[in-house]
């Protein structure tokens, strides 16, 4: 029986990992992702760190004052007002995401398996994208006309018989917050589940029917299972948006909602500037947290 090589035996009985030596195409690699780092040191790890730094200063209506102060995190973490605010961020960004989900995975669904020419599946989809080329703020403010109280929908009703008096709640409500940030984001929802969908393989779509499945057991055992790795990055996106929205919470709901977003903004426009970075680090964590549960419960790394 041959002998192994002592010098690669450690003390213990178990064979020493080799190293690797450092070669050139090591270096390579190196040179090769430091433009990339650069990027993501100066224009997100930086921006971060000063968010943080600031979060621990002193203000008042003359100015910011640098110190360490956890008075900010204080007010953040101790006001009920503050949890209310969060909680209500919380509630958009869930019922948003339901719905563009439903919405978005029908909309994906029907164009990866009803839509059978690519150029047909282009041209339905590059129609979902016309409404991004105006801006958030007139997609948004375009609801107003239709769900006023003297809008198009108000009035059809009133004229049709079918309500006497115009409704007041389908503007200037968390209806109108829900509704516009569902119209605004949908399409982010839409995107990462069609993607994964045209890359599932048709073969085991017809060996589910081969084995005898109807359409309800294939959607639910073969192409939901497959299509969760998008559902996963489109609700990163989605949730993500709501959680920084402030436009759209100002505008649709006239002021009587509020969101951690808009809560900073407020502050901001009051030059309370340390208070809004608090508010910012601790809604970053509740998003990291929230990406972090996703990416626990889907792996996405093969949709990338």
Request: glycine share 4%.
């Amino acid at each position: 029986m041959a002998i192994a090589d002592e010098s690669l035996i450690a003390p213990t009985g178990k064979p020493k990992p080799r190293r690797v030596p450092f070669t050139l195409g090591a270096i390579a690699s190196y040179l090769q992702a430091t433009p990339l780092l650069v990027i993501l040191a100066f224009f997100l790890l930086l921006p971060i760190l000063l968010l943080v730094v600031v979060s621990f200063w002193d203000y008042d209506f003359a100015g910011l004052y640098p110190d360490f102060l956890t008075s900010n995190y204080a007010d953040v973490l101790g006001s009920w007002v503050t949890w209310k605010t969060y909680l209500n961020t919380l509630k958009f960004a869930a019922i948003v995401w339901a719905l563009t989900l439903f919405i978005g995975f029908w909309v994906a669904y029907f164009l990866a398996f009803h839509v059978r020419k690519a150029a047909t599946q282009t041209v339905l989809f590059l129609i979902c994208t016309v409404p991004f080329l105006t801006s958030n703020i007139i997609r948004m403010i375009s609801w107003i006309p239709v769900l006023g109280r003297n809008g198009l929908v108000n009035t059809t009703l009133v004229q049709m018989g079918i309500i006497s008096e115009p409704i007041e709640w389908l503007l200037y409500s968390d209806f109108a917050v829900i509704l516009a940030m569902v119209h605004l984001y949908t399409l982010f929802m839409v995107t990462p589940i069609f993607n994964t969908l045209m890359r599932i393989d048709r073969s085991l779509i017809e060996a589910a029917r081969d084995a005898g499945a109807n359409s309800f057991q294939i959607l639910w055992s073969v192409i939901l299972p497959l299509a969760k790795p998008g559902m996963a990055i489109g609700t990163i996106f989605v949730v993500t948006l709501v959680m920084a929205d402030f436009s759209t919470v100002q505008v649709m709901s006239g002021g009587q909602s509020a969101s951690v977003a808009l809560m900073m903004k407020n502050q901001m426009s009051l030059l309370q500037y340390p208070a809004a970075a608090a508010n910012a680090v601790v809604l970053l964590a509740v998003v990291l947290l929230l990406v972090a549960g996703i990416l626990r419960i889907v792996d996405i790394r093969k949709e990338l």
